[in-house]
């Protein structure tokens, strides 16, 4: 029964609405008893779904605005005040319409991202081309997508060439354009072109469905705000029929009472707080920003320092090898080879760097390494090929008692001066060569970091394991506070904490594994999501899709602009509570007309928080 009267309560709202209305053409007609009638079963029908939901929440031992209602119109049907108890209960489940309407709008960017997930894929099985469904693909796959056709899963482009639309996961408009070796992601689209494909992430795994999962998450999680409005109506509700008591007791008025008790409800003061976290988090998903939860936009908003990593963050993330220098008389080809081949087990830039050239040079990578270990912040150690390979910063050389003679120290501080960092690679307790490495500074970077000043941060600061030649470079380019080089991953978190400790709020930037400890540390983490890996990713509080700084600066805005309207719509319902019960008090307000009003109010806040759907910084 309970459940068949909730399924159907926009039924009972609509005809309860056409009761109300033929109970006053009743009354025009001079059929008052008839009118009478109607406005009661009006009364009794709208008021059912309104007295079950109160009952509900008793069990569960909270006072809820369903329960001063119910009180309300009981009264109301005492005092034979039919029209107000018709009125007052049309307008509660008018208004309850008016709100679930207005929020699914404001999770609209969530809606149309779950609608563009793909449903199927195209696989190659035995040389035929088979249409699978989506939760058939599995890891290894060959996949064909066509122009128009949809990207299943997450994965690498092993023939063809394509523009792919991936405004889904990055919140670009323009197309990318996409070539063997670069990598796709589920739920984009190909725009024009041919691809074959190997899928590498598949279901819940693909980047596509962590994005809607996060959203889905952050959307319910609540921010301050709401925590102390949901404790303040636990409050709020006993405390305000204790005072329409004391108002009985005083004036031994009942009407006056009741009328107190409805208009007290604080329907938009609730719903103003949530209403404003959900559309702005749904207004960053559809800009590529993924914020997880409303707490994370409040802490994000009171940031004043910012803190970045280098490499894959305030640069592109794509560097180069610009120069490879052998010693002792090795083959430079032979050199790469060794050195990409014990770089397979980095995640981190340089060392794909490394093997991305060796590809480009068409040279096998063909031997595993053994032994191997990474080195976090300096390098790698492993064995290839019966030799032991040591390759990374100098601190990794001083660590490993390797030496490194004047005249290739000199050479490699000359490029690391010229922008480029300088990776040593030893064979054998040797240096074998050097590796120049540069990347360049993100096309967006300065803009987005002087938006975020004129926005309120008072500090910029780099924090890199590069070193401080090209750190210098770096930070003279964008015009940073202060920059830290040569740093370990314990280090970075070591200058985050000391910037808390000295009372700053800070959100730490980075996209590998090495930032994570510091991500995590920082009272907001934010990580690159195109090109960062999974730990940054699932560390940080807020994912930048599109590895764009201009993104960050937009999420820094939206964040100051969410919780600027949340507090407008603390202070319109909290406003429109005081005014209506002083005109209650005075008599300028009655019952229907204050539900009304308080109706209205509602829709407001909501009205308020949608203009975040819309919000550009």
């Not at 007295?51 to 008793?58: E, F, N, R, S």
């Not at 397979?344 to 040279?363: C, D, M, P, Y």
């Not at 150690?381 to 008692?401: P, Q, S």
């Amino acid at each position: 029964m309970i459940k068949r009267i909730n399924r159907h309560k926009n039924h009972i709202t609509a005809i309860s609405g056409i009761l109300i209305v033929l109970g006053y053409i009743m009354k025009l007609a001079g059929m008052g008893n008839v009118r009478d009638v109607l406005l009661i079963i009006a009364s009794i029908l709208a008021g059912m779904p309104i007295a079950i939901k109160a009952w509900q929440a008793l069990r569960m031992r909270a006072f809820s605005i369903e329960l001063l209602v119910t009180i309300a119109v009981i009264g109301a049907l005492y005092l034979r005040e039919y029209t107000e108890s018709s009125v007052v209960t049309f307008l509660f489940l008018f208004g309850a319409y008016l709100e679930a309407r207005t929020l699914e709008k404001t999770r609209s960017s969530l809606k149309s991202l779950i609608e563009m997930a793909p449903q199927e894929a195209t696989v190659i099985k035995d040389n035929k081309e088979i249409n699978v469904p989506i939760d058939e693909v599995e890891v290894g796959n060959r996949i064909i997508v066509r122009s128009g056709g949809k990207i299943a899963v997450d994965g690498v482009i092993v023939s063809g060439k394509a523009t792919i639309n991936e405004a889904a996961i990055t919140g670009e408009s323009v197309p990318a354009s996409k070539k063997e070796n670069d990598r796709v992601f589920s739920g984009t689209i190909v725009d024009n072109g041919y691809i074959e494909m190997i899928a590498e992430r598949v279901g819940d795994d693909t980047t596509f469905a962590k994005i809607i999962e996060l959203v889905e998450e952050a959307q319910e999680a609540k921010s301050k705000a709401q925590r102390f409005l949901d404790k303040f109506a636990n409050i709020y509700t006993p405390a305000i029929v204790i005072m329409s008591i004391a108002v009985y007791l005083i004036t031994k008025d009942l009407h006056l009472s009741i009328t107190f008790l409805v208009i007290a409800c604080p329907g938009a003061l609730v719903i103003g707080a949530p209403v404003s976290n959900v559309a702005g988090i749904g207004n960053g998903a559809k800009n590529g920003v993924l914020i997880k939860g409303g707490d994370v936009m409040d802490r994000f908003s009171k940031v004043d320092t910012l803190v970045f990593d280098k490499t894959g963050t305030l640069t592109r993330g794509k560097p180069e090898v610009t120069d490879i220098k052998v010693f002792n008389n090795i083959e430079e080809n032979e050199l790469l080879k060794l050195v990409a081949e014990s770089e397979t087990i980095s995640e981190h830039h340089l060392g794909q760097t490394i093997v991305k050239e060796a590809n480009l040079r068409k040279i096998s990578i063909s031997n595993e390494p053994e032994n191997s270990q990474v080195i976090k912040g300096n390098g790698i150690i492993a064995a290839i090929e019966g030799k032991i390979l040591v390759v990374g910063n100098r601190k990794l050389m001083d660590a490993e008692n390797i030496s490194i003679p004047n005249e290739i120290s000199e050479y490699a501080t000359d490029r690391e001066k010229k922008g480029n960092t300088a990776i040593f690679a030893a064979v054998d307790g040797k240096i074998a060569g050097i590796f120049s490495i540069a990347d360049q500074v993100r096309n967006d970077a300065k803009l987005a970091l002087s938006q975020m000043r004129r926005n309120g941060i008072k500090k910029i600061i780099m924090l890199t394991g590069d070193n401080k030649h090209t750190a210098e470079l770096v930070a003279k380019e964008l015009e940073l506070d202060e920059f830290y080089a040569e740093l370990l991953p314990q280090n970075k978190v070591e200058h985050v904490k000391r910037l808390k400790d000295e009372g700053r709020t800070v959100a730490m930037a980075g996209d590998g594994i090495n930032d994570a400890p510091a991500i995590a540390t920082a009272d907001i983490g934010l990580a690159m999501g195109e090109g960062g890996t999974d730990v940054s990713m699932e560390t940080a509080d807020v994912v930048l899709m599109a590895d764009k700084l201009l993104q960050f600066s937009h999420a820094y805005s939206l964040s100051k602009a969410t919780i600027k309207n949340m507090k407008q719509n603390i202070f319109i319902a909290v406003a429109i509570v005081f005014v209506l019960l002083a005109g209650v008090l005075t008599g300028g307000v009655h019952l229907a007309s204050g539900m009304f009003i308080h109706e209205a109010s509602i829709l407001l806040v909501i009205l308020n928080a949608m203009r975040l759907i819309k919000f550009k910084a």
